[in-house]
């Protein structure tokens, strides 16, 4: 072969070697560009805020537990504050009407919508009286009446209302009369809590308070 035709054949595979390193750096370059260039994805997960749960709340002078349901306060009132509330001295006014006092308070309780602030908006309350002699539903009623519920109708439609219904609430028994003459129908308990010398009135705005009805099934006596 001749010098001068090895020379092209020389040259040719000189491009072709060129054109494959720069065909491959080319590529390298463009897989290092991706790679440096894709990061990965951070998912980030917002855990909701929780919903509110029901709750369990104890009122030791009575040993009964019930569940407080979500969306509601439990509240408390002393009797001084009631009569604030009421606008006035309702025990003293009992004792110039009857001429005797009305049972001794114990303490009281009220079940309201949360952020509502007016009591007399609760769903359902209890007010707790002493019962030294361990008096029965009808009997607590007929001494004290219904007192401080409405307890001023002297007329006959206190013994229309009175609590002759048996009702059993936490394992104890007691009675239950509905205020029929009143806007709602309010309904009373009388529970006679007898291991404590106590009773509990409890008071539902109205007879078929679905609410209210709900709490009472769960309390729980100890």
């Known amino acids: 072969m001749q010098r001068g035709s090895v020379l092209p054949i020389i040259?040719?595979?000189?491009?072709?070697?060129?054109?494959?390193?720069?065909?491959?750096?080319?590529?390298?370059?463009?897989?290092?560009?991706?790679?440096?260039?894709?990061?990965?994805?951070?998912q980030v997960f917002i855990k909701p805020s929780p919903s509110p749960q029901e709750e369990i709340v104890n009122i030791e002078n009575v040993d009964l537990s019930l569940k407080l349901p979500a969306g509601f306060d439990f509240m408390e009132e002393s009797e001084e504050e009631h009569f604030v509330r009421a606008n006035g001295n309702i025990r003293k006014n009992f004792n110039y009407y009857i001429q005797y006092d009305p049972a001794g308070f114990s303490e009281s309780f009220y079940i309201v919508p949360a952020s509502e602030t007016n009591l007399n908006n609760s769903v359902l309350s209890a007010v707790i009286y002493d019962n030294p002699d361990n008096l029965d539903p009808m009997s607590f009623y007929d001494k004290y009446w219904y007192y401080p519920f409405v307890w001023g109708d002297f007329t006959s439609r206190r013994n229309e209302i009175a609590p002759e219904n048996s009702e059993t609430i936490g394992g104890k028994t007691g009675g239950s009369g509905v205020v029929t003459y009143r806007p709602g129908k309010p309904k009373f308990i009388y529970l006679p809590i007898p291991e404590k010398n106590l009773m509990m009135q409890i008071q539902l705005p109205t007879e078929n308070n679905e609410m209210g009805g709900t709490i009472l099934k769960s309390f729980i006596f100890e």
Do not use: K
């Open 11 to 42: 040259l040719i595979l000189i491009v072709v070697a060129g054109l494959v390193v720069g065909v491959y750096f080319l590529q390298n370059s463009r897989t290092n560009t991706t790679s440096e260039a894709s990061y990965p994805v951070q």
